[in-house]
């Protein structure tokens, strides 16, 4: 990684990470504590409705207990997963991308797709062509975040610069998104690259206008949102039980895919109970029907996402190979009769 990327490592957290888990007993009838991390976000649906429906409680043993921890960004994850403070985490693809690049390919493994899709840049309405942002100031969750990197990417396509110090033809600010839909709304920014809710808020709460929906981009309009990513220790130390909470995850995207309407009302009540204010059913409408809930990692998005992170001076080129481990998922899917994901 370069030294301006977003995300720096801690020596001696990462050191912790790639010794495993210290005196814990092996095997999987141990007592456990199992560390969950995810966002209270749409894009997080498949680890909401598995929680509230309790269907990761019931996937462990009686020795077993499972602690959950809300995030924000998905770096703050990383760090988690790296100080062994987590061990399970629903995340975005560049966040991966850099846990495992950081760590020579050591600390963690991707285990399974969650999301696919929901993501977009929306400007004031007066801006209707990429030319036309010239001089414009755009937002983004999170310098080296997954959709930091895609505005990036695509600015670059555009022939328009955009620096990480924030110059260049196009000034992108790094910003916490409920602060980009103040900042749009007072006219201090003229777009934002955000994923759901918040495309879908600045679109109805801001009056924007989508200039790019990322789904457009891809080939069949699939890309990787959030993935479940396990700590590499934890997976080889417990292997039948993070196979455990795999089914419980096959579980509410199977429950997600089957009873849309049910789902959206579970995941924006758990939303409620953590942020302390549900969406307004126009907002979670709209973003639920740009996002699509699949097991599938979509692992060719992922590689495009580090190949466009090298390109905007974000990520120094890095092998993939091993950052995916769907040796469980897959043995989960051919027990149902269900095709396997391919990488």
Not at 184 to 213: K, M, N, T, Y
Not at 262 to 273: D, Y
Request: proline content about 6%; some cysteine; aromatic content about 6%.
């Amino acid at each position: 990684m370069k030294r301006r990327s977003a995300f720096a490592v801690r020596a001696v957290a990462l050191a912790a990470a790639l010794t495993g888990c210290g005196g814990e007993p092996p095997g999987d009838a141990a007592p456990a504590v199992v560390r969950l991390g995810y966002f209270a976000n749409v894009t997080h649906a498949p680890a909401l409705v598995a929680l509230e429906q309790g269907l990761f409680s019931e996937a462990l043993g009686p020795r077993e207990t499972l602690e959950t921890r809300v995030f924000n960004a998905g770096p703050e994850a990383v760090e988690a997963l790296f100080s062994e403070a987590l061990d399970i985490a629903y995340i975005g693809p560049n966040p991966a991308i850099n846990a495992f690049a950081q760590s020579g390919g050591e600390a963690i493994r991707i285990v399974a797709g969650a999301t696919s899709g929901g993501a977009a840049l929306v400007v004031h309405p007066s801006i209707t062509a990429p030319a036309q942002l010239r001089g414009a100031k755009l937002a983004s969750p999170q310098l080296g975040n997954t959709q930091d990197v895609a505005l990036r990417a695509w600015l670059k396509q555009q022939g328009l610069e955009a620096n990480l110090e924030g110059a260049g033809d196009v000034s992108i600010l790094p910003q916490a998104n409920a602060q980009t839909l103040e900042t749009f709304r007072a006219g201090e920014i003229q777009g934002a690259w955000v994923p759901e809710p918040w495309a879908s808020r600045l679109v109805l709460e801001g009056g924007g206008s989508v200039l790019v929906d990322e789904a457009n981009l891809w080939p069949g309009g699939k890309f990787v949102t959030t993935h479940v990513v396990v700590r590499t220790a934890f997976l080889r130390e417990r292997p039948a039980l993070v196979e455990r909470m795999l089914r419980a995850h096959v579980r509410a995207i199977d429950f997600l895919n089957g009873e849309p309407a049910q789902g959206r009302e579970i995941v924006n009540a758990a939303i409620a109970k953590s942020t302390g204010k549900a969406l307004p059913a126009a907002v979670i409408e709209r973003a639920w029907a740009n996002l699509a809930f699949t097991v599938d990692p979509l692992a060719a998005s992922l590689r495009k996402s580090a190949q466009d992170a090298t390109a905007v001076g974000l990520l120094d080129p890095v092998s993939l190979d091993g950052i995916y481990d769907v040796t469980e998922l897959n043995a989960i899917l051919a027990a149902a009769g269900k095709p396997r994901v391919s990488l």
